[in-house]
Structures are given as structure tokens and as C-alpha cells.
């Protein structure tokens, strides 16, 4: 009988499904050595937000078939480590869309009231009135961060209760936001003008500190902002500065940049301006028995041999068939993540490609990778092969699918073409002999280059000295060049630079690139690592 370790506590329905077909133990709390020690034994490991699935874990785990995450984020999983062993990483992408919604809004509701401050001073046997006079919700500014499944829910709960409702989500279209009766605005004008914040977006190297000092010093010192989203998303320094010098009137936090938050954190020495919940925006009954559900149900099937259907990290298919696919849907997510980035997020309409031999029936899976890999900037681990078409549907984007045997360049290649804020773009890729990724063309411009996690592209007139000049800006920033090619179609007319890179390209220096005579445009781009 195959053995599945649960790692964190979860609901008992989750352990009754497992145990029809293993056998299971409930271990919680282990220390990291000791998760390692006895992870060999196991074939399956079920977690929660406590357990954190190193890459030392993931390589111990020598009879791992699934990880299974009972939630949404599986930002405590190594899942690099994960895909690189053949491990399946598996979640739960809306079974606590709801807990974490309503949690959202009693938060929003406890600062506007005191409700935790007013309770523990009825309880400590006093009876003051006055210092707990709050304000109402009815009629205020919500400004939410991150409209998709959480941040909807929030909204349609803001909108009952008569607030006027703005939103922030680079990668959703107006037209969306309407239909949720938001109005989409740019993340300044939300800080600036909202009552209550409320953050619902993924933590990402984009997001993190998203709301810093200077964030919080645009708000109205009357707003008050809510974190449900993730630690890190707020700097809390710079939480508690505000805080104290009363630039705003309030904070609720259930999510740390280290969690459990350290029992030293100066946030623990607010006032009933700030209200810390630990990490509770899932724990409903509700919830807990739908992600145990929905998780225990996916490590049985794959236990039994069947495929998982909300798998982050690898499609559902039969072994024979992901085995040929799996180095195209490798290719296809990161021409798909590419493109998305090139044409600015926020996504219009998506034509896929499919050409000489993948010009099949057969290569479905490879058109899912791409919308994926198209929406994985924006939702990171909550698209998956199974829902990355409902979520482009339903973000509006317009997917054009085409096929042609006659290209013939290499065996099979996909060209990916992206309508979005920064204009249309294309990218065409195709595998080497060994399985290797090849970039060969940009906006049709022939290249071949293999994807690189920092690169930047530029369009610029083909002069002599126009990459002397980049190659030396880069340098005066100190950002190292892994590789350089040039794509042009005429000599002397317009040609497309890309450059790999070591570092992450700091912050300002792409409009000094623009400024450069020459550069008619430059795109920088980050990739999975
Ligand atoms: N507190 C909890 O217990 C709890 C429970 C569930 C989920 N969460 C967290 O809540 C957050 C939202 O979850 P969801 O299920 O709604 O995810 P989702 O993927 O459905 O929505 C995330 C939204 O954020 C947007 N986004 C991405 N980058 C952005 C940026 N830079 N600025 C603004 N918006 C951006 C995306 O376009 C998307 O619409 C996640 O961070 C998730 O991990 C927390
Ligand atoms: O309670 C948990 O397991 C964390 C829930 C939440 O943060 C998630 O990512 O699903």
C-alpha cells in the first residue's frame, strides 16, 4: 500500500479519502531535519501553509510522486525542485476564494468599528463608549489590488454594501473591471483617492513592497488598508512608521513577511489602529473541508495511476504521451510568459501557432501551455492545465488557435502573437536537437537565442555603435551581459537586440535605453527560473 505523509493539519475528510487508498500519517510540526529523515518513506505529502518543501526535502523524497497542497499559494514549495524530479505539485485554486474574501471584509469592518479593541475592553470589565466611535464603509472609496478570484468576491460584497468601488490589476481589462462594476484605475490614483485598500494580488518580485513609505505616504490619512494576500506585500517597517506618526488611519494584517510573525515584531505594539489575525483567511470550516476535498481527491487519483486535475506543475497525461510532449509544453509556457511580457500584461487577444509537426490534433496540451504560460506572470500558481483557458475566457481574452504543416523550418515550431497595452508582438520558438528551448524570431525578426531568467530586447535602427553604447549604459549600472545577438531582416534598416542577463535590470535604467538615439523601443523581461 503506497503511504502518504500529512505534513500540517487538515480536514478528517481529506484523510478519509486518502485512506481508501493508502496508508496515512498524520505527523504536524515536524522540524525541517526530521521531515527530511522520514520524507524516503513516503509516496505522497500532503501540506497546508506550514510545512516548507525544500529543494533538501524534494531530493530526500526518492519514492515522491505528489505534493499536495491543501490551499492556493504553494509559494512554501520548491516546485523548480518539484517539476525537475517528475514530482507533481498539486493545489486547491478556489476551494477558500470565499474564506479569504470574507475575511477581507471583516477586517475592513473590525478597523472601521474596533470590534477586537471594544470586545477586549468589555471583557477587561470596563464600559467605554467614546474611545470606539467608528466610521462607516457605506458610501466610501474600496480600492482593490488584484481583481481576480478573491478580489472579485471582495468586490461584489463592497458593492452591496454601497461603496464605490476602484481597482488595480495590470493584467485585466477595463472591460472586465466594468462588468464587476469597478472602475480600473492606475495604482497612484487608487492611493490616493480610497477609503480602504485591500490587497488580492500574488506575491511576486512586482509586488513585493508594492506598498512601501512612498505608497503609504499617497494615502488619505483617514484610509485604512487590509493585507489578506501574502507577507511581504506590504513593507512593514514602513507599515509601522505610518501607523505611528498617524499618516493613515488604520491597518489589518493576516499575512507576515515572516510568519509566524516573530514574537518581538514592533507591529505587536500598535494600538487599535492595526489588527493582526495569523494567517486566518482560509480557516472556515467551509473552506478547510473543500481544499482537503479537493487536494485528497487529486493524490488519490494519481496513487491509483489516474491524472490530477489542478496540477501547478505538470499537465494530466498519460506518461507515454507527456514524455514526447513535455520539452514543447516547456517551450510552449515560456513563449507564452515571454510575449505576455512583450506586449505589456494586459492581454487582448492571443493567437497560437502551431506549425510543421505540431501542426496536430494531438497538440492540445502545447495550445494550454501557452494561454499558461500567457497568464502566469499575472496569477502565477493559480493557473494550471486545467483552468489557464477558463481564466483567459474569462479575463476576456480573445484566443485565435491555427495550424500549418507547411512551415518547415525546424520539426515543429510555435509562433505566439500577443495584443496588449505595449501593441503586438510575436515570438516564434522551436526545439534543438536535444530538447534545447531556442527563441528564433522576435516581432519577426529572425534571432536564435535560448530564454534566459533576465533579458532585455530592444528595437533600434541597425547604425554602427548603437551596442556599444548599450553594453556600456548596462555596464554603468553594473548589470553583467551573458550573451548578445542581432536580429535583422536589412542591413541598415530595423533590427531587434537581445540581450541575456545576469542581474535583474535596475529600476530606471530602460528609459535611459529609450533615450538612446536610435532605440525605437525596449522591453525587459523576467522568466521562471
Ligand atoms: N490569507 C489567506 O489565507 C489567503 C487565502 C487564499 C488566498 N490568499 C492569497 O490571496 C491572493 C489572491 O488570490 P486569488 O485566488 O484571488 O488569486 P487570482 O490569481 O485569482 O487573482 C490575483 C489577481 O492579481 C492580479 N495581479 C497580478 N499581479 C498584480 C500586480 N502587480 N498588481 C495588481 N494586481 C496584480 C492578477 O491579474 C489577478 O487578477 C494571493 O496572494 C493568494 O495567495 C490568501
Ligand atoms: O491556511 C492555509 O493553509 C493558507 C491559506 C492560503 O494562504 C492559501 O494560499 O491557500
Redesign the pocket.
Given at each position: 500500500m503506497p503511504k502518504v505523509l500529512v505534513s500540517d493539519s487538515i480536514d478528517q475528510v481529506g484523510i478519509d479519502i486518502l485512506s481508501q487508498v493508502a496508508q496515512v500519517d498524520v505527523k504536524t510540526n515536524l522540524p525541517p531535519e526530521e521531515l527530511t529523515k522520514i520524507i524516503p518513506e513516503y509516496d505522497a505529502l500532503m501540506i497546508r501553509?506550514g510545512t516548507r518543501v525544500t529543494a533538501e526535502v524534494i531530493e530526500a523524497g526518492t519514492q515522491l510522486k505528489i505534493i499536495g497542497r491543501a490551499?492556493?499559494?504553494v509559494?512554501n514549495v520548491d516546485v523548480p525542485a518539484a517539476t525537475r524530479r517528475g514530482i507533481l505539485v498539486v493545489n486547491s485554486?478556489?476551494g477558500?476564494?470565499v474564506?479569504?474574501a470574507e475575511?477581507a471584509v471583516a477586517m475592513m469592518l473590525s478597523l472601521s468599528r474596533y470590534v477586537p479593541d471594544a470586545n477586549q475592553s468589555v471583557k477587561a470589565g470596563k464600559w467605554d463608549r467614546k474611545s470606539f466611535t467608528g466610521v462607516e464603509v457605506y458610501k466610501k472609496t474600496l480600492g482593490i489590488?488584484?481583481?481576480?478570484?478573491?478580489?472579485?468576491h471582495v468586490s461584489s460584497i463592497g458593492r452591496a454594501m454601497g461603496m464605490r468601488l476602484l481597482a488595480?490589476?495590470?493584467?485585466?481589462s477595463t472591460e472586465r473591471a466594468e462588468q464587476m462594476g469597478c472602475q480600473l484605475v492606475e495604482?497612484d490614483f487608487l492611493l490616493r483617492e480610497s477609503d480602504y485598500i485591500t490587497?488580492?494580488?500574488?506575491?511576486?518580485p512586482?509586488?513585493y513592497h508594492?506598498i512601501n513609505a512612498e505608497a503609504l505616504d499617497k494615502m488619505k490619512p483617514t484610509a485604512r488598508i487590509v493585507n489578506?494576500?501574502?507577507g511581504g506585500?506590504i513593507d512593514e517597517a514602513a507599515l509601522f512608521d505610518a501607523l505611528k506618526q498617524g499618516k493613515i488611519a488604520g491597518a489589518a494584517l493576516?499575512?507576515y513577511e515572516q510568519e509566524p510573525l516573530q514574537e518581538d515584531s514592533a507591529l505587536r505594539s500598535l494600538g487599535k489602529e492595526l489588527i493582526l489575525t495569523p494567517?486566518?483567511?482560509?480557516?472556515t470550516e467551509e473552506a478547510q473541508v473543500n481544499v482537503a476535498i479537493d487536494v485528497a481527491e487529486q493524490i488519490r487519483d494519481v496513487l491509483l495511476g489516474l491524472p490530477a486535475r489542478s496540477a501547478v506543475n505538470i499537465p494530466g497525461l498519460r506518461p507515454d504521451v507527456m514524455e514526447k510532449l513535455r520539452p514543447y509544453l516547456q517551450l510552449a509556457e515560456t513563449l507564452g510568459n515571454l510575449v505576455s511580457q512583450l506586449a505589456g500584461g494586459r492581454i487582448e487577444e492571443f493567437n497560437i501557432r502551431l506549425q510543421g509537426d505540431l501542426a496536430t490534433n494531438e497538440s492540445q496540451p502545447i495550445v494550454i501551455a501557452a494561454l499558461k504560460g500567457l497568464l502566469s506572470?499575472?496569477?502565477?500558481e493559480?493557473?494550471n492545465y486545467v483552468n489557464a483557458s477558463i481564466?483567459a475566457k474569462e479575463?476576456g481574452i480573445h484566443v485565435v488557435e491555427t495550424r500549418d504543416a507547411t512551415v518547415k523550418d525546424y520539426t515543429g515550431s510555435l509562433l505566439l502573437t500577443a495584443t496588449g497595452p505595449l501593441g503586438t508582438h510575436s515570438v516564434t520558438g522551436a526545439l534543438l536537437g536535444d530538447n534545447e528551448i531556442r527563441i528564433t524570431s522576435i516581432d519577426e525578426f529572425p534571432i536564435n537565442v535560448p530564454p534566459n531568467r533576465y533579458m532585455l530586447f530592444t528595437l533600434h535602427r541597425d547604425m554602427p555603435g548603437i551596442i556599444g553604447k548599450i553594453g556600456s549604459l548596462l555596464g554603468s549600472f553594473n548589470v553583467n551581459i551573458a550573451s548578445m545577438q542581432v536580429g535583422r531582416k536589412i542591413i541598415r534598416g530595423d533590427a531587434v537586440m537581445v540581450l541575456s542577463l545576469d542581474d535583474p535590470l535596475p529600476e530606471g535604467i530602460l528609459n535611459e535605453i529609450t533615450k538612446e538615439p536610435g532605440i525605437r523601443d525596449a522591453y525587459t523581461i523576467t522568466l521562471p527560473e
Open positions: 501553509s490551499g492556493v499559494g509559494d485554486p478556489e477558500n476564494t474564506a479569504a475575511h489590488v488584484g481583481l481576480g478570484k478573491i478580489g472579485s488595480f490589476d495590470p493584467y485585466l495604482l490587497l488580492h494580488m500574488p506575491k511576486t512586482e509586488t508594492l489578506c494576500a501574502r506585500i493576516d499575512v494567517h486566518l483567511g482560509a480557516s506572470h499575472a496569477l502565477q493559480r493557473v481564466e479575463r
